[in-house]
């Protein structure tokens, strides 16, 4: 992953692991996966985990701890009400950025 995907991923990672988690609950791991086969390979499964520990403090995620038979209970997510609210915030910004950069590259004001 070049430097640049990286930069950019610093700020739309949290967007798009809660667009995730608004389709469907999942554990670090799933995401994780979900996320590299998508193409983010590089995508270290610490910064899934760290990024699920900051969302879950800002309470935009509920946590259950389901057992699992490979080890220790899974904690997995879902998206909340507030998670929702921010994720359509996300959304709203991404699309004004997206559309504005669109708009340039076609040269137009």
């Known amino acids: 992953m070049g430097k640049q995907m990286t930069e950019i991923l610093k700020g739309t990672l949290e967007g798009i692991v809660l667009a995730i988690l608004a389709v469907r609950s999942a554990y670090g791991y799933e995401i994780t996966a ?3 086969d998508q193409g983010f390979a590089d995508i270290a499964e610490g910064t899934v985990y760290a990024l699920l520990v900051r969302v879950e403090k800002r309470g935009l995620v ?3 701890k389901v ?3 490979k080890g220790p209970p899974r904690k997995v997510y879902s ?3 507030h998670g929702q609210e921010y994720l359509d915030e996300f959304r ?3 699309d004004f950025l997206s559309e504005r950069l669109e708009q340039l590259h076609r040269g137009g004001r």
């Open 67 to 69: 057992p699992s038979e």
């Open 62 to 64: 509920d946590v259950e």
């Open 92 to 94: 709203k910004t991404w």
């Open 79 to 81: 998206l909340n009400a």
């Open 34 to 36: 979900w996320l590299r």
